[in-house]
Nanobody, 115 residues
C-alpha cells in the first residue's frame, strides 16, 4: 500500500513537501519515486531514488526539487521549491519491487500552483 500526503495549493515561488509511505511490501523495494500528470498530458517522471544507485531527476526538477527517503527506506519524500504554475499536476508515488520489478502506484495527490 502506498499512502501519499502533502499536496495542496501554493503561490508561485512557494514550496511543498510530498510524502509517500509504503507498507505491506513483502519483497525488496528497488526504486521509489514520483511521477506527475497534468490535465491532458502523459504521466512523466519527476524524480526517483534507486537502491544503491542514487537519485535521478527530470530536467525540470533539477535544482528545485529534492527526493529523499527515511532511514528505513519505507517513506519517500519530495521537497519542491520555487514552484511554478507549470508544476500543477497530480503527483503519484511509484514503487518498484521484487524480482519481477513490479510497479505499484499511489492514489495521487493534487499540487496546484496558483497563477
Amino acid at each position: 500500500q502506498l499512502v501519499e500526503s502533502g499536496g495542496g495549493l501554493v503561490q508561485p515561488g512557494g514550496s511543498l513537501r510530498l510524502a509517500c509511505a509504503a507498507s505491506g511490501f513483502k519483497e525488496r523495494i528497488y526504486v521509489m519515486g514520483w511521477y506527475r500528470q497534468a490535465p491532458g498530458q502523459s504521466r512523466e517522471l519527476v524524480a526517483n531514488i534507486a537502491d544503491g544507485e542514487g537519485e535521478n531527476y527530470a530536467e525540470f526538477a533539477k535544482g528545485r526539487f529534492k527526493i529523499s527517503q527515511d532511514s528505513g527506506k519505507s517513506t519517500v519524500f519530495l521537497q519542491m521549491t520555487s514552484l511554478k504554475p507549470d508544476d500543477t499536476a497530480v503527483y503519484y508515488c511509484q514503487v518498484v519491487s521484487g524480482v519481477s520489478l513490479r510497479m505499484d502506484w499511489g492514489q495521487g495527490t493534487q499540487v496546484t500552483v496558483l497563477t
